[in-house]
Nanobody, 122 residues
């Protein structure tokens, strides 16, 4: 089992950038496919990005070209670099781990961090 802790959230103006980090402990991160999700108030948790064990990535259309996911298995770390942020990116961001390849739905990720708040002002 893996434990996940996100950090790096905060308050940023539109068009700004933030880098989220996700630290893993317990079982080695290289065993898992990783995902980033977000949840805005009153909305369902939505898929943002997934990162394969070999750092191949796939993104939701809403963030494609602006967000970049990566991982460092040696450091047990996962990252989400967010640029050109928009007010609609405001949400709690979660990293999650799965043993299923290429999963994009929250239900396929059994392991979750506690989330980190990202607020983008206009």
């Amino acid at each position: 089992q893996v434990q996940l802790v996100e950090s790096g959230g905060g308050f940023v103006q539109a068009e700004g950038s933030l880098r989220l980090s996700c630290a893993a402990s317990g079982r080695t991160l290289s065993s898992y496919f990783m995902g980033w999700f977000r949840q805005a108030p009153g909305k369902e948790r939505e898929f943002v990005a997934r990162i394969s064990r070999s750092n191949n990535t796939y993104y939701a259309d809403s963030v494609k070209g602006r967000f970049t996911g990566s991982r460092d298995n040696a450091k047990n770390m996962v990252y989400l670099q967010m640029t050109s942020l928009k007010p609609e990116d405001t949400a709690v961001y979660y990293c999650a781990a799965s043993t299923l390849a290429w999963a994009t739905t929250a239900g396929n990720y059994p392991y979750w961090g506690q989330g980190t708040q990202v607020t983008v002002s206009s």
